[in-house]
């Protein structure tokens, strides 16, 4: 599936926010009411301070939504040991962190050497200029708005500003790579990322604690999004 080209903001739920004794379910409802992508915070209680699923949720899921871009945020240390495992599983697009990988070209084009999309993860102190040397291997950049481990934290502006300073980036350089941003995203700090240029939006609280399920979170979330 071509997950890629730019055009309406993608709506990626946060599975982090999920209960996890109904992962199945809580994901169905997303992806039924209207979610694009499906998110999963993959955390090794080593490069954040928490520790959540692995591979096996992906594989478990993925034959439940076949159609359904799987969007997989690692925040671990060495991403490279874990990219063949998450491929294999089911991944459509796998983003490390920056800060986790030492050699990040090498693990991007890991990435896409399994016929996936590769992503890169900025924590909200990390400036986005270490992207020069990447941009061949860049399918997508995740804007970390709060600090990574854990959901529900507060939106970060001074981080949110970092979107529009990619957007001009990808527009001076020619690049195509979609900008995502994950951490405090909601109906009232969706507009302005959009605004300032953001194509992803990932959001777990806001959807799964909405007020009659995760549909009318998702509405609620593309409403303000589109600026209707």
Request: aromatic fraction near 8%; glycine fraction near 10%.
């Amino acid at each position: 599936m071509d997950i890629l080209p730019r055009g309406d903001v993608r709506i990626s739920p946060s599975l982090l926010s999920a209960d996890f004794a109904h992962f199945a379910e809580g994901a169905g409802l997303c992806v039924h009411g209207g979610a694009d992508w499906l998110h999963f915070d993959v955390m090794d209680g080593q490069f954040v301070p928490n520790l959540t699923f692995g591979a096996e949720l992906v594989r478990a899921l993925r034959p439940l939504f076949p159609t359904t871009p799987f969007d997989v945020h690692l925040m671990v240390e060495r991403p490279y040991d874990y990219v063949e495992n998450f491929a294999a599983a089911g991944a459509d697009l796998i983003t490390v962190h920056a800060e986790a990988a030492p050699h990040l070209q090498r693990t991007l084009a890991a990435i896409r050497a399994c016929g996936r999309r590769s992503g890169v993860a900025l924590n909200p102190a990390t400036p986005p200029s270490l992207l020069n040397y990447v941009l061949d291997d860049l399918d997508l950049v995740l804007v970390m708005t709060v600090n990574p481990g854990f959901g529900g934290q507060k939106f970060l502006p001074a981080a949110g500003d970092k979107v529009g300073d990619l957007a001009r980036f990808r527009e001076q350089e020619g690049a195509s790579f979609l900008i995502s941003v994950d951490g405090g995203v909601d109906d009232r700090t969706a507009p302005g990322l959009v605004r300032d240029g953001a194509d992803v939006l990932v959001a777990g609280s806001f959807i799964f604690h909405a007020e009659d399920g995760p549909a009318n979170g998702i509405s609620n979330l593309r409403a303000a999004a589109s600026g209707t």
